[in-house]
């Protein structure tokens, strides 16, 4: 029977949200930062009721309501990952490519795994546990070729009451037989797709070509076609993320000026377009992709494994182009989003350009949500909002413990010590300073040994 009263919770605790893109100094912008030392947030049947103090929201609690108590936590909205491949969990740490060597030696082997509907199925939860594991409540995720990939993610994700993209990748070329679908059939099971899953729920389908050497310009110019005719629709690919990539498209769309033409050639380039990787592009593709609105999803990790290359995430902001941050396993090396953050200050420290640990947790929250025009329903834990929520713990190990210890909090944290406070965790932390997950909600997630919510 389905009970009819309101699922009503408040947690309490530290929490840390961002209203603004914080900018690349060390301080965060006037007005971007929100940092509450003691706050409730009030959830009543997935979404956020109320946000703001405990003693000014304590009054008007209801009675006998269930607290749960985040003191000497960090609670923050659910990190977003923009890019990932689910279906190449198990090749994650495969040694010795890169990116063309990689996908056929590596990468299109495993994903023919995916013909049986039951693999999908696996491999979904088992990814799902260990995003949840992680603080990641939303992403935007390759299946593969095979329909059922996508089922088998919506199913899993619907379960659980996630916001997730995801969609399956159409390839009709350049591919081992059994994964190359055609452009009649690959529109056919698109459709089907997006019938089914789009805006069910929490779900949200993205158009997936894999990138420009894997479609002809036919299934290209379908898949434009789709997106004229249904906007709110979202497109995943890849681009200009390794030299041998790109002088392939080269010779296979000859007749473009650069990679980039052969997308916008096809009406793919848009406000929910993202490009995974963009590593090698000039100045004026950068700006072509922001005056569309699109963005690039930076993966730094998979960028230093496959040796794909430094991202120049400022020549981006220059552009105006926005950038979000993604795993992008299995060519990155992890699914938990403080990899990626601190890949990506180690990345910005070769270029000149270190990340500071605000622009990194806001990336990973409100700036990715953003990048993907989702930010109406998470990144923020506003009023109405959805309540994705992670629960970071700056002592989850005897070192953490120790460094952020040392920062101390009497008094309450200042500016400047909250900064250091996050850059340490940002560079220190692991799974393991995940302390919960909360999706829709619900709590999805609780590291082990814990035995309270
Ligand atoms: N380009 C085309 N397909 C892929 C993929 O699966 N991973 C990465 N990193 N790049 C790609
Ligand atoms: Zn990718």
Redesign the pocket.
């Known amino acids: 029977m389905i009970d009819p009263r309101p699922t009503v919770r408040v947690l309490r605790g530290p929490l840390l949200r961002f209203l603004d893109d914080p900018g690349e100094d060390d301080r965060p912008a006037e007005g971007s930062v929100e940092y509450l030392e003691d706050a409730a947030l009030w959830l009543e049947d997935g979404r956020v009721r109320a946000v703001g103090a405990y003693e000014a929201l304590a009054p008007f609690l209801p009675e006998g309501i269930e607290v749960v108590d985040y003191t000497g936590k960090l609670m923050m909205p659910g990190f977003i990952d923009s890019h990932v491949?689910y279906v190449?969990l198990d090749i994650l740490a495969s040694y010795g490519r890169q990116?063309l060597d990689w996908?056929n030696d590596y990468?299109f082997p495993e994903e023919c795994r995916f013909a049986k509907r039951a693999h999908g199925e696996a491999v979904a939860e088992a990814f799902l546990d260990e995003q949840l594991r992680a603080g990641t409540t939303t992403a935007q995720v390759?299946c593969t070729s095979h329909p059922q990939s996508v089922d088998a993610f919506f199913s899993a994700a619907r379960r659980r009451g996630l916001r997730m993209l995801a969609g399956k990748v159409l390839m009709d070329r350049n591919a081992p037989a059994t994964l190359t679908d055609s452009v009649a059939s690959g529109v056919a099971d698109s459709e089907r797709l997006i019938a089914d899953w789009h805006g069910k729920d929490r779900l949200g389908y993205s158009l997936t070509p894999?990138?420009a050497p894997t479609s002809t310009a036919a299934q290209l110019e379908a898949t434009g076609g789709i997106l004229r005719t249904a906007p709110d629709l979202h497109l995943q690919t890849?681009l200009a993320?390794n030299a041998g990539?790109i002088a392939w498209v080269s010779e296979l769309f000859p007749e473009e000026r650069d990679y980039l033409a052969v997308y916008e050639r096809f009406g793919l380039v848009g406000p929910t377009s993202t490009f995974?990787?963009g590593i090698h592009l000039d100045q004026a593709m950068r700006e072509r992709l922001a005056g569309a609105g699109a963005n690039i999803a930076f993966?730094p990790t998979?960028n230093l494994f496959?040796g794909s290359g430094l991202f120049d995430r400022l020549a981006c902001r220059e552009a105006g182009l926005a950038t979000s941050l993604a795993s992008?396993v299995g060519?990155g090396t992890d699914l938990c989003g403080f990899a990626s953050l601190k890949a990506a200050y180690q990345v910005g420290q070769l270029l000149g350009q270190p990340l500071t640990a605000w622009q990194g947790f806001y990336r990973l929250t409100l700036g990715n949500a953003r990048a993907l025009r989702l930010d109406r329903h998470i990144g923020g834990l506003h009023l109405g909002q959805e309540a994705d929520v992670v629960v970071l713990d700056p002592a989850a190990t005897p070192l953490l413990a120790r460094r952020t210890g040392r920062i101390g909090t009497t008094g309450g944290l200042d500016q400047a010590r909250l900064g250091e406070w996050l850059f340490t965790l940002m560079m220190l932390g692991d799974d393991r300073s995940i302390f919960a997950t909360w999706a829709g909600g619900e709590c999805v997630h609780r590291r082990e040994g814990v035995s309270r919510k």
Request: some cysteine; proline content about 0%.
């Open positions: 491949h190449q990116l996908l990468t390759f894999r990138f890849h993320e990539e995974a990787h993966c998979s496959l992008d060519a």
